[in-house]
């Protein structure tokens, strides 16, 4: 893989996080030592390979991109690498290639010089424009026809002039030959290595821009800014719409002039992280492994002791980012010794985010094609995944098989997901080209998946060997964000129109109640991912959602919050209070609000005094704020609250209350 990264104006601390995970991540690091800072190579780890490219050509990088093509690479490109960074020639020679690349973009030089020089390029009445160009020298033929700086000049618009430091007098010239908008006590600002410790910029005016850049020793890193931004006269700019208390959008109604009387129109959706003090526990608990990484480990170990006779006490394998990993292995069975097949198993230890599979024993047999075994069994193999022309993967006692389209998998063949095939490929591969059949079993895998949703996604017969990473995080979401995808899908692809979202196992309870008529498929227990579920329906263009929770979810749902575990988000009890008042409730119920912290008194107030107005109103909020999270792409969503019996439907969206 390469990473062809943003390195920013100069400064290591403007440096994006991505960039700085790629860069730590990086085999090898290729950058141009005459442009971008040597500081940001302090994140490079001490094993990378780095190498200079300020001499080289687009020959020379794309040799070194060939020699390397099996690491992580990163290419260190100056500013934001879509702006003057020679990057279209160089994915195209990665798509010739066939070499997969990442772009990660960067603070713009154009953003350093702004910062340091207190220029906003956007001012009301001012400019709303910008042109980014350069002056054309040397490299005039690459110059598109009208793309001038002279021609440009015509407009009078801010222009953000690049890579223009040898040539001042030419490029002054060019901002006031004949038909230019500017004037020549126009305003310009040269910057010259914006971030960079020697950085400068002094503001001029046109008529002395050549003699600036002189002053400035500006022959390399400058960048100039010309137009009145530069110096804004504040008797001649406007006031923003943006805050401005008699403009309305989406999230603010209007205002009287002067006031803070607007209020949003709808709350803001959002997914919020976790809150500090978990953050802070999940740095210092332990990581597990997915059941593909084990599964990856014991195929390796069968298959070496399947070619040297012997299973070795431990394996290392490589996940799917790099990091080397050691396995235990254990023999599930000593009488299966035969020459003709070997058995390995790896104990799943899942860290401290257990799940069912936590110590199962993910075993595989390794199995010689073309002795007495597989290949006398061909319906054994007609099951099976083809891994390459030689090597097949099977599933045993204790792992499920696919019975329904949209999981990524072919109907019928076993539940072992992309990427521990690819890694299994990979590492057997390493140790051999014989033609080998795989069989993953999981002893006491069938009782493991009926604490899955396996039965729902079409998953007959046991678990499913999964995993993207290798990594199992505490407080991880990824497997569960990941199931309610696959589900979602499945139900996708059998055409099924209308799905049913509900936030846990009570709630769900009384949906299948509403829905006999529907496919078990079409209910999705969704947890706390209300936003990744509506998103994915929506991409998947159902028609419509029926959305099942109780009070203190709706609430959370309400204000936008589409996050809504008790770690990342809290009931926002002044918001219930609004509510109440807005509907005219007694004060019993307003009172109720901001009682306690929860939405169940609340709840139970409403319930007592049979005020169920403030209700059906969370479930109209609710609604509105899953539409603005999706931009209405389904226009047809409603929202039911369930008791906390999950036995009846206390208020929705379709104006019912107190019902079944």
């Known amino acids: 893989m390469i990473y062809f990264v943003g390195a920013g104006p100069g400064a290591s601390d403007l440096l994006t996080i991505r960039a700085v995970r790629a860069i730590e991540q990086a085999n090898v690091i290729i950058w141009a030592s005459s442009l971008v800072s040597q500081s940001v190579l302090e994140f490079a780890n001490s094993k990378a390979l780095i190498f200079d490219s300020a001499g080289m050509t687009l020959e020379d990088v794309t040799k070194l991109y060939s020699e390397h093509c099996h690491h992580n690479i990163v290419r260190l490109h100056c500013g934001d690498i879509s702006i003057y960074g020679a990057l279209y020639e160089q994915m195209l020679w990665c798509d010739r290639n066939g070499i997969d690349y990442e772009i990660v973009p960067g603070v713009s030089s154009l953003a350093g010089a702004c910062a340091l020089a207190g220029i906003e390029l956007t001012v009301p009445q001012l400019s709303q424009s910008v042109i980014l160009t350069r002056f054309a020298d040397r490299t005039s033929k690459s110059m598109p026809s009208k793309e001038s700086v002279s021609e440009f000049a015509k407009h009078g618009t801010t222009m953000a002039i690049f890579l223009s430091g040898a040539k001042p007098k030419q490029l002054q010239d060019s901002l006031l030959a004949d038909g230019s908008g500017y004037s020549p006590d126009t305003p310009a600002c040269v910057v010259v290595r914006a971030s960079w410790e020697d950085e400068r910029f002094k503001v001029t005016t ?10 400035l020793d500006s022959r390399l890193t400058c960048l100039v800014i010309v137009g009145p931004v530069v110096t804004p006269n504040e008797n001649n700019i406007g006031r923003s719409h943006l805050y401005s208390p008699n403009f309305s959008h989406t999230f603010r109604k209007r205002s009287l002039a002067g006031t803070t009387q607007g209020r949003p129109s709808a709350r803001r959706t959002h997914e919020p992280e976790l809150a500090p003090q978990v953050a802070q526990k999940k740095k210092s608990l332990r990581s597990g492994w997915t059941t593909g990484a084990c599964a990856c480990a014991a195929a390796k170990a069968a298959t070496l002791a399947l ?17 080397k990993v050691d396995f235990k292995v254990e023999s599930e069975s000593s009488s299966r010794i035969d020459k003709r097949f070997r058995q390995a198993t790896v104990v799943k230890d899942a860290g401290d985010d257990p799940d069912c599979t936590d110590g199962a024993r993910i075993t595989v047999t390794a199995t010689l094609i073309g002795n007495e075994g597989a290949l006398d069994r061909p319906d054994v193999l007609s099951r099976a995944i083809q891994l390459d022309q030689t090597l097949y993967i099977g599933a045993g006692e204790g792992v499920g098989t696919v019975t329904k389209p949209g999981l990524g998998i072919e109907v019928n063949k076993p539940a072992i997901n992309p990427v521990p095939r690819s890694m299994i490929t990979k590492e057997v591969r390493e140790i051999t080209d014989l033609p080998i059949y795989l069989e993953v079993s999981v002893p006491g895998g069938v009782a493991m998946a009926q604490e899955t949703t396996n039965d729902r996604l079409g998953i007959v017969g046991g678990i499913s060997i999964l995993g993207t990473t290798g990594v199992v995080k505490p407080f991880s979401t990824a497997a569960y964000r990941a199931s309610i ?10 055409g099924e129109n209308e799905i049913i979202l509900a936030t846990g196992h009570r709630s769900e309870k009384c949906a ?9 498929v079409c209910f999705v227990e969704v947890g706390d991912f209300i936003g990744i579920a509506l998103r994915k329906a929506a991409s998947l263009k159902f028609e419509s959602i029926r ?18 575990h008790f770690h990342r988000s809290e009931i926002d009890t002044s918001f219930l209070q609004e509510v109440a008042n807005s509907v005219g409730a007694s004060d019993r119920v307003k009172q109720s609000a901001t009682e306690t912290t929860t939405a169940r008194h609340f709840y139970e107030t409403c319930i007592d005094t049979g005020e169920t107005e403030p209700l059906q109103k969370l ?12 931009s209405s792409k389904i226009a047809d969503i409603e929202v039911s609250m ?18 079944r």
């Open 206 to 215: 046109l008529a002395n821009l050549a003699k600036t850049m002189k002053e």
């Open 307 to 323: 070619i040297s006779g012997q299973l070795p006490n431990s394996i290392t394998i490589t996940l799917p980012k790099g990091t």
């Open 485 to 494: 995808v696959q589900q979602l899908q499945v139900a996708s692809q059998q």
């Open 512 to 520: 299948l109640a509403q829905h006999r008529s529907l496919d078990k």
């Open 547 to 564: 959305f099942y929770a109780m009070s203190g979810k709706i609430a959370k749902i309400a204000t936008g919050i589409m996050m809504t």
């Open 619 to 630: 479930c109209y909020l609710a609604k509105q704020s899953c539409l603005q999270h999706i």
């Open 642 to 659: 369930v008791d906390y019996e999950g036995v009846r439907i206390v208020a929705d969206t379709l104006g019912h209350s107190i019902h």
